[in-house]
């Protein structure tokens, strides 16, 4: 009797250790990756197809999910991604069409990193809210993608970056993959071994203390939208290679999806908390409850009103254990 | 409606032929002669022998709308006689990277015949290589994938037939006026495959067919909202006008608006698509004369038949063109039901009794 008494205050004292509400995201996984599992079963959400399409199609969303994780632990808010995606894919597509793959890669990436720098200037030293001038580029950068071919779609049709950036593999393993599988690993070193990651939370927990224990918070600022805009502009090349063509379309209904990822893989929207892994893994799940509701065979508005409802609960669950 | 005109403008990607004015007629994007879709049928003997394979189908459209949920329906019925159960139906809100991982996502569930409509020419090109490479039967709506081959890649596209909605609204007005007078015309200015054609086909079809009849005043719109200051302005010039052709419903709420504002019952309006206020004023006998609408219904319907006949192996129409349909006072519940299949919102219904 005192011995079962015991067991349980141990499994109890263990499950407070671990936090076990930090893990929401990954029972949540779990658990709808065993729900279609099973009501799926004869419909082809098993097959080694299937769960690799998941994985491919939601690299993009991935990677920028990491940069977004950087940008709200760091108190900020990042809403022109899904934009800047657009800018970058065909900046990229029509630079390698006239001068090469390695310019090609250069404009996408830069021109990420440039709305990344803009975005972070006007954060960190002009002093504006996140949110306004990102939701501001967001509109902005929508016209730029649209004007810069005449909302014309423009083909890709370099090999190499097809290779690299889309349907290509290495050691058997396509490179979308390599891509999500090295943008987690970086993130995740940089968030968590890094002396700029530590500072990147500082910021986000309490600004002013940030500054005072003599962390350039502007700087933080800065760089955590630089490293979104990067990471975008890397989403855009991953689109173009993945569709071999670009599209100022492209990216345009991710930011949500982006942020649900995050959010769910227990980043706080307000700062000082947030998980690399988490987001990933956050990210899978959306693009698996997306791929499990289609070959549910529901109707678009059914399959509209269960992925919302998914969501609202994941979100409440991570959200409300974190904050009490 | 505008949400049906930006879709038929991605779906624009500009690659047919267009229509050849010449010989007024709408041809493929090869310069393929129309097949009406009332010929791509399937016989009795055939429904027989489709039924019990166990096919399957899946639906992956560009977005959600009237039109979609009319044409998805008209595919749903046609299928459901040859026994083949839609599995999977998606709407890619107009994204092209969404509606690759769509057409990914289908095909984990294996379907035999896929019907779409492909966001544009150049992204759809790869998106639906996979599709192609299983062996999937593909009917397309209103666009062509680049560089795919009929017969081999793809089954059959199928189409409004643009051309002739223009060219009845034309008729229509000058039904309306009595075959003389002078018309206002409201195009839509901006580079959409759809608009584009409906309304030059309603221009040529007034200077070639109707030499008494003049078009005195032509206004471009790009916001449908800006409809009722255009059109004040183009009563103002010219008080006199029979009739005003209005490029789609949404801007003629503004146009119906702006003579009603001038109190003038006299001018008739004639324009595109089907709308609740139009509808109404038209069976009240009020200034429209006549509402131009496709039938989304049969183009639904007609994908699903090309693509049984596909999975039949019988030889499929590469293009395949529904008709137009003009809808006035008198069969405005049957207009209803052809073009969506529902009925006449409730207003019109107990208006026109």
């Known amino acids: ?324 | 409606m505008l949400e049906r005109i930006i879709a038929a403008a991605f779906a624009g990607g500009l690659i047919f032929a267009a229509a050849n004015f010449a010989n007024a007629q709408t041809v493929g994007p090869q310069g393929e002669a129309a097949t009406p879709s009332s010929s791509v049928t399937l016989s009795d003997a055939d429904i027989a022998t489709l039924k019990g394979k166990g096919y399957k189908a899946a639906l992956l459209w560009h977005t959600s709308s009237d039109f979609t949920n009319a044409v998805s329906a008209g595919a749903k019925d046609e299928f459901a006689r040859g026994g083949i159960n839609i599995v999977v139906t998606t709407d890619a809100q107009f994204d092209a990277a969404r509606q690759r991982s769509d057409i990914e996502t289908a095909l984990a569930a294996k379907p035999n015949v896929i019907l779409a409509l492909p966001l544009d020419p150049v992204t759809s090109a790869e998106a639906f290589r996979q599709a192609v490479k299983d062996g999937t039967k593909l009917v397309f709506l209103s666009n062509l994938p680049k560089g795919y081959k009929h017969g081999t890649d793809y089954a059959s596209i199928v189409t409004d037939d643009l051309f002739q909605m223009g060219k009845q609204a034309a008729d229509a007005m000058a039904k309306a006026i009595g075959g003389k007078g002078k018309v206002g015309y409201i195009f839509h200015d901006a580079t959409y495959y759809v608009t584009n054609q409906r309304d030059k086909a309603f221009k040529t079809t007034i200077e070639k067919d109707y030499p008494d009849i003049k078009i005195v005043a032509e206004q471009g719109i790009s916001d449908p909202a800006r409809a009722e200051e255009l059109a004040s302005a183009m009563l103002l010039q010219h008080p006199d006008l029979d009739g005003i052709y209005v490029t789609w419903a949404e801007p003629a709420d503004g146009v119906l608006s702006a003579l009603r504002n001038a109190g003038n019952p006299k001018t008739k309006i004639v324009t595109l698509d089907l709308a609740e206020p139009e509808a109404l004023d038209m069976v009240k006998g009020g200034n429209v004369a006549a509402l131009v609408a496709d039938k989304a219904y049969e183009l639904g319907r007609a994908m699903a038949a090309a693509g049984m006949k596909s999975l039949l192996g019988q030889e499929t129409p590469p293009f395949v063109v529904a008709p137009a349909l003009t809808v006035t006072k008198d069969n405005v519940a049957q207009g209803w039901k052809d073009s969506l299949n529902r009925n006449a919102p409730q207003s019109v219904l107990d208006a026109a009794k």
């Open chain 1, 1 to 324: 009797m005192s011995n079962a008494n015991t067991n349980a205050a141990v499994a109890a004292s263990f499950a407070k250790r671990i936090n076990l509400q930090q893990y929401v995201v990954y029972f949540g996984f779990v658990a709808i990756f065993l729900f279609f599992a099973i009501v799926l079963k004869d419909s082809g959400f098993l097959t080694v197809r299937n769960l690799s399409n998941i994985v491919l199609q939601t690299a993009p969303v991935t990677i920028m999910a990491i940069g977004l994780v950087f940008v709200m632990s760091a108190g900020e808010i990042d809403l022109s991604i899904g934009s800047t995606v657009g800018v970058t894919a065909l900046a990229a597509a029509v630079t390698i069409n006239q001068y090469g793959l390695v310019a090609g890669v250069l404009a996408g990436l830069g021109a990420g990193l440039l709305i990344g720098l803009i975005n972070g200037a006007m954060v960190a030293y002009v002093k504006l809210p996140s949110f306004l001038v990102t939701l501001a580029t967001l509109g902005l950068l929508a016209g730029v993608s649209r004007s810069m071919t005449d909302l014309r779609s423009v083909p890709v049709i370099h090999e190499t970056f097809v290779g690299l950036f889309g349907s290509g593999s290495f050691l058997g393993i396509p490179s979308l993959m390599w891509w999500t599988a090295i943008a987690v690993a970086a993130g995740h070193m940089i968030y968590r071994e890094t002396r700029f990651g530590a500072h990147v939370l500082a910021t986000g927990d309490n600004a002013r203390a940030a500054s005072v224990s003599g962390i350039n918070v502007p700087r933080i600022r800065l760089t955590v939208l630089m490293i979104s805009g990067t990471l975008a502009g890397l989403a855009g090349l991953l689109y173009a290679g993945r569709l071999q063509a670009a599209k100022y379309t492209l990216g345009e209904t991710d930011l949500m999806t982006v942020i649900a990822a995050v959010i769910v893989g227990g980043t706080l929207l307000n700062g000082g908390k947030g998980s690399i892994i988490g987001a990933l893994v956050g990210s899978l799940m959306m693009g698996m409850l997306n791929n499990g509701l289609i070959l549910m065979g529901l109707s678009v508005s059914d399959q509209m009103i269960v992925r919302g409802l998914i969501i609202l609960t994941a979100v409440a669950v991570s959200l409300r254990e974190k904050n009490r």
